[in-house]
């Protein structure tokens, strides 16, 4: 316990402390009271950002994990060089910065981008595609950004696989696709889990890529708290809106903690 008193008084002062101070400004400003809570409970416009944000990021979710499964089986169970491939697909998205990401996905889908040059060059678009500003290009940028983080937490479950029960599967009847659904994906739960947690809880405090690719159109909450407080200025509201958010992200993780760890005893 002496050893981890050093960290838990720097996580105190990077996270508790500043967190206690948002509490407060959503309770005392302008004035002491609720007000703000139940502004952000009864607007609209905050309601809708929750709602797409909260859309977004269970797409998001969803489509990063499976890509995410895909390479990190191709990474464990591949052949050496197919191994070496997928490992540099994986890693090469972490030198890039997410900023440079974000722009280079703008360049390519805008109405003058890449994409829509090539298609209108190749007489497949009279117009072209609105593959930015909308949720369409939110989702396409988090979802690059996601996946190679989700790769690592499926990756460690498939290594913990133990071969000997797919050769016991096998040697008992059961074709390659029934082995692979019915018996290493199951293996692999705790590993889905565990990606879905780090994807979504990532997602739903992401800001760069969706204020860069929305345009101000597909705002998430992240951003929309980042207007209250530079542009309205509205700092209440903003705290409140950030307590609540951090209030939903708690519910979740301990929801989804109760699910791993069964799973993890087993």
């Not at 998001?60 to 499964?69: D, K, N």
């Not at 979802?143 to 790769?151: E, G, L, R, S």
């Not at 659904?181 to 739903?204: C, E, S, Y």
Request: proline share 5%.
């Amino acid at each position: 316990m002496i050893l981890l008193a050093p960290l838990l008084a720097f996580l105190s002062l990077a996270y508790v402390l500043p967190f206690a101070g948002v509490v407060g400004w959503s309770v005392t400003l302008p004035e002491p009271g609720l007000q703000n809570y139940k502004a952000a409970l009864a607007d609209p416009l905050v309601l809708s950002v929750f709602w797409r944000t909260l859309r977004i990021c269970v797409i998001v979710t969803l489509i990063s994990v499976a890509m995410a499964y895909f390479l990190a089986l191709l990474w464990v169970r591949g052949s050496p060089l197919v191994r070496m491939l997928t490992e540099l697909c994986i890693l090469i998205p972490f030198w890039i910065s997410v900023l440079t990401r974000a722009f280079g996905w703008l360049a390519l889908l805008s109405n003058r981008g890449i994409l829509n040059k090539w298609l209108e060059a190749a007489g497949l678009l009279d117009d072209p595609l609105r593959l930015v500003r909308n949720e369409f290009g939110v989702t396409v940028g988090m979802i690059h950004f996601m996946v190679p983080f989700a790769v690592f937490p499926l990756a460690s479950a498939m290594r913990m696989v133990d071969e000997r029960v797919l050769m016991a599967a096998r040697g008992m009847g059961a074709g390659r696709a029934r082995v692979f659904l019915q018996v290493f994906v199951p293996m692999t739960a705790a590993g889905i889990l565990g990606a879905i947690l780090l994807v979504f809880v990532f997602a739903i405090g992401f800001f760069i890529t969706p204020a860069i690719l929305g345009g101000g159109r597909s705002v998430m909450v992240a951003e929309l708290i980042y207007l209250r407080i530079f542009q309205s200025p509205d700092w209440g509201l903003a705290a409140a809106i950030s307590v609540i958010l951090m209030l939903a992200v708690s519910a979740l993780l301990s929801l989804l903690l109760k699910q791993i760890r069964p799973g993890a005893e087993k």
